[in-house]
């Protein structure tokens, strides 16, 4: 600006008397402040840390066993029987079978013999004998 | 005070020495109190504002790299303590306009330097300046740094600094030209304000 020199046109301050010491009370009172943020009675803190455990703990649990006990729509069609267990290579079969209720309620048609074979993934058909 | 005085006064800082901290703020407090005062056209404000700026200075000493001057450092936090309280009181836009035209009218631009009813215009006119040109231009033209040294203190290309002091120079210049000619001074800083001169 050449026919205006703001530093000369402007009207100049200086800081006030004992702008340091101002400076520096306050900084004290910074730094009490935070001081008593950490120095905040263990128990409380203890307590806190662990309300929010619980809560986070019953969030899991709810949502686990209460509003999506069988897993989501994804989770049911991946274990459709035949797909799901083929990814892993590995077959579980869990089949309680009652045999004695099964020959009670077929007494009446004629005599079937039920030959129980033990299935193994080791063993081969020229292991059993019948 | 050399700037490697100034840099081993901050490492003392940055290790929490207080007697350094309280030699760097009488080293800058006239500055900045007075570039605060400026910035806001509120002499407490600016001692206020400029407390705040030493304590960050104290506490965020270990974030300070001697790659630029301490000053320019010190300043930008200033810049940006000013930056937000401007716009948390959006001070211009609570200006009576009524008031403005008044007191832009009251004094004259062609009157001497010394008159005080030119520094009130000029007070009043930068008060109208949107502060993304009123911090450049008193950077520069107040505070006497370079136009990369302000690039540098307010985080803008050096190419958009130049910009905006030459567009606030000419804000102002006109806003006192038109103070001085009595013309609606009020609608004109409005227009500033916006950037539409």
Same mark, same amino acid.
Request: aromatic fraction near 6%.
């Given at each position: 600006?050449?026919?205006?020199?703001?530093?000369?046109?402007?009207?100049?301050?200086?800081?006030?008397?004992?702008?340091?010491?101002?400076?520096?009370?306050?900084?004290?009172? *910074?730094?009490?402040?935070?001081?008593?943020?950490?120095?905040?009675?263990?128990?409380?803190?203890?307590?806190?840390?662990?309300?929010?455990?619980?809560?986070?703990?019953?969030?899991?649990? /709810?949502?686990?066993?209460?509003?999506?006990?069988?897993?989501?729509?994804?989770?049911?069609?991946?274990?459709?029987?035949?797909?799901?267990?083929?990814?892993?290579?590995?077959?579980?079969?869990?089949?309680?079978?009652?045999?004695?209720?099964? *020959?009670?309620?077929?007494?009446?048609?004629?005599?079937? /013999?039920?030959?129980?074979?033990? *299935?193994?993934?080791?063993?081969?058909?020229?292991? /059993? /004998?019948? | 005070?050399?700037?490697?005085?100034?840099?081993?006064?901050?490492?003392?800082?940055?290790?929490?020495?207080?007697?350094?901290?309280?030699?760097?703020?009488?080293?800058?407090?006239?500055?900045?109190?007075?570039?605060?005062?400026?910035?806001?056209?509120? =002499?407490?404000?600016?001692?206020?504002?400029?407390?705040?700026?030493?304590?960050?200075?104290?506490?965020?000493?270990?974030?300070?790299?001697?790659?630029?001057?301490?000053?320019?450092?010190?300043?930008?936090?200033?810049?940006?303590?000013?930056?937000?309280?401007?716009?948390?009181?959006?001070?211009?836009?609570?200006?009576?306009?009524?008031?403005?035209?008044?007191?832009?009218?009251?004094?004259?631009?062609?009157?001497?330097?010394?008159?005080?009813?030119?520094?009130?215009?000029?007070?009043?006119?930068?008060?109208?300046?949107?502060?993304? =040109?009123?911090?450049?231009?008193?950077?520069?033209?107040?505070?006497?740094?370079?136009?990369?040294?302000?690039?540098?203190?307010?985080?803008?290309?050096?190419?958009?600094?130049?910009?905006?002091?030459?567009?606030?120079?000419?804000?102002?210049?006109?806003?006192?030209?038109?103070?001085?000619?009595?013309?609606?001074?009020?609608?004109?800083?409005?227009? =500033?304000?916006?950037?539409?001169?």
């Amino acid at each position: 600006m050449e026919e205006l020199d703001l530093r000369r046109a402007l009207k100049t301050v200086q800081a006030p008397p004992g702008f340091e010491q101002m400076v520096l009370s306050r900084l004290r009172e *910074v730094q009490a402040g935070a001081a008593a943020v950490r120095t905040r009675p263990l128990g409380l803190r203890l307590a806190l840390a662990g309300g929010l455990a619980a809560l986070l703990a019953s969030f899991v649990l /709810i949502n686990v066993f209460v509003l999506n006990p069988g897993g989501s729509p994804a989770d049911l069609a991946d274990n459709r029987p035949g797909q799901g267990t083929l990814q892993s290579g590995v077959v579980q079969v869990m089949d309680r079978v009652d045999y004695g209720r099964e *020959v009670r309620n077929i007494s009446g048609d004629p005599n079937t /013999i039920y030959i129980l074979e033990q *299935v193994s993934d080791n063993g081969t058909y020229a292991d /059993i /004998i019948y | 005070m050399e700037e490697q005085e100034l840099q081993e006064l901050m490492t003392r800082v940055q290790a929490g020495d207080q007697a350094a901290f309280t030699r760097i703020v009488g080293r800058y407090k006239d500055r900045i109190v007075n570039f605060l005062y400026q910035l806001t056209g509120d =002499y407490e404000k600016a001692v206020e504002l400029s407390q705040e700026t030493f304590i960050r200075v104290y506490f965020k000493a270990h974030k300070y790299r001697p790659i630029a001057p301490l000053g320019s450092w010190i300043y930008t936090i200033a810049s940006n303590l000013a930056k937000t309280e401007m716009r948390r009181s959006r001070k211009v836009l609570t200006v009576p306009l009524e008031d403005v035209k008044n007191d832009l009218t009251a004094g004259t631009y062609t009157g001497s330097k010394k008159d005080s009813g030119l520094k009130r215009n000029l007070r009043q006119a930068l008060d109208a300046l949107s502060p993304r =040109y009123r911090i450049p231009v008193i950077l520069k033209d107040v505070e006497g740094y370079s136009q990369e040294e302000i690039a540098g203190i307010i985080k803008t290309p050096v190419g958009t600094v130049k910009a905006r002091i030459s567009r606030g120079r000419t804000m102002l210049k006109k806003m006192l030209e038109e103070a001085a000619d009595g013309r609606e001074a009020g609608l004109l800083s409005k227009e =500033y304000e916006n950037g539409r001169a």
